[in-house]
């Protein structure tokens, strides 16, 4: 009985730990169209619910398709619990941590142009945090059993927050001239 409430408990810190991204949440145009800490923010959001929706997948036990290697055709080992229920989820999350390590590239050439130091700090803050999410997110994949596939999700939360209060500081401390960045600008 104390094993399911502590469960819970954590599940539900889960959510909340990670539901304060929510109010990122916005209608916005194509996402080469937004501005790059709006396209950081969005993507960061986009992360927050594939780990939100594996985390309660993984909890109520679903499975979905099998793991494929680069070849399409079924690996030869059993799927770990991550993959077995959240492969999608996972790929999705890999695919925005991409898009954020595309987007902090754009930045720092943006700041380096503009010999911005605080800027730059900034930003290897940022990657930094980055590195351990991607981290993370690749430890729940291979957790061979759904407990430490759990307690991976849940060293995810840390690293996350920290790199949502990164961007939230970057966004403050230095403001970013939306048309160095128009679609009709080259971008660096």
């Known amino acids: 009985m104390n094993h399911r409430i502590a469960n819970r408990t954590c599940g539900l810190l889960v959510v909340l730990a ?16 937004l501005p790059p800490i709006e396209r ?53 999350i890999n695919m925005k941590i991409h898009m954020l390590t595309r987007t902090l590239e754009q930045l720092h050439v943006y700041y ?25 997110v690749a430890i729940f994949k291979m957790a061979g059993t759904t407990d430490r596939a759990e307690q991976a999700m849940l060293g995810i939360i840390r690293p996350f927050n920290r790199l949502r209060r990164a961007i939230e500081q970057l966004e403050a401390c230095c403001p970013v001239d939306a048309a160095a960045f128009s679609k009709n600008k080259k971008r660096p």
């Open 18 to 33: 990670l539901a304060g991204l929510a109010g990122w949440a916005g209608v916005a145009a194509d996402e080469e169209e």
């Open 40 to 92: 950081l923010k969005k993507d960061l959001l986009g992360i927050q619910k594939n780990l939100t929706n594996a985390k309660g997948k993984l909890k109520r036990g679903m499975a979905g398709a099998s793991p494929t290697g680069p070849d399409g055709q079924a690996t030869k080992r059993p799927p770990t619990p991550g993959e077995s229920c959240c492969g999608s989820n996972i790929e999705r």
């Open 112 to 136: 380096a142009e503009r010999n911005n130091a605080e800027a730059l700090a900034a930003l290897d803050q940022i990657h930094s945090e980055l590195n351990v999410v991607s981290r993370g």
